[in-house]
């Protein structure tokens, strides 16, 4: 079984410009998650998706952050404009629609990002 | 809203001895799961062991094994006999059972682990 794709894995941007991952989940993982790691802190929820529909953005700085999943699959992450404070993995994770506690959310690598 | 504490932030083990990892949380939920999670250097997150709050026997799985103590909200991970492949970074999590659809993990800081040969 294939697991969770990301693309790309390290992109470094100056800042004010804007970037975009893309991330590919597990085939039939309806849940798909961004969190967002900056260096020396656990991973923090970004969105989370169900299908095509948001569950939580409270997390999200919708000011610059915007995220979409087309047809309930692949999703994309954008920021625009970056900030140095931006600087950080992004994670994306996908699971089934399941609340019990083996409903395991199953991580990508990871792209890093640099804002200069 | 609930927080996850892991107040060490490195530990060494030699291999094949035992080591303990600790971690504490707050919350005002009777329902919820905790999980400890490995992110080797690759940086893709693992998941390690899990343990339902309701559930007063510590889950284990093969080497690693929990303490719960649901009282005093504590939740550390004993990995035994480490080996090298051990080293990495260790993450606590929780999730509430919130019914619905919202799976959102709360991490804790970390610990990165160092297995000495």
């Known amino acids: ?116 | 809203a609930q927080t996850v504490t892991q107040s060490q932030p490195e530990m060494s083990v030699q291999e094949a001895e035992t080591v303990t990892l600790s971690c504490t949380y707050d919350t005002s939920e009777s329902d919820y799961y905790l999980f400890w999670y490995k992110q080797p250097p690759s940086r893709q997150m693992i998941l390690v062991i899990r343990q339902e709050a309701y559930k007063q026997q510590n889950a284990t799985e093969n080497r690693f094994s929990v303490n719960f103590q649901k009282a005093a909200k504590s939740f550390s991970l004993k990995i035994s006999d480490s080996q090298l492949g051990d080293a990495a970074m260790y993450f606590c999590a929780y999730r509430k059972n919130s019914g619905g659809s919202n799976y959102k993990l709360t991490f804790g800081k970390g610990t990165l682990l160092t297995v000495n040969p």
Do not use: M
């Open chain 1, 1 to 116: 079984e294939a697991g969770v794709a990301q693309s790309p894995r390290y992109k470094i941007i100056e800042k004010r410009q804007s970037v975009a991952f893309w991330c590919n989940p597990i085939s039939g993982h309806a849940t798909l998650y961004w969190y967002q790691q900056i260096l020396g802190q656990g991973p923090k929820l970004l969105i989370q998706f169900q299908n095509n529909g948001v569950v939580d953005d409270s997390q999200l700085p919708k000011d610059r952050f915007s995220a979409e999943r087309l047809k309930g699959v692949d999703s994309t992450l954008k920021i625009q404009p970056a900030k140095l404070e931006d600087s950080a993995v992004y994670l994306c994770a996908s699971s089934l629609d399941d609340p019990g506690p083996y409903n395991e959310q199953f991580f990508g690598p990871g792209t890093r990002l640099t804002v200069l």
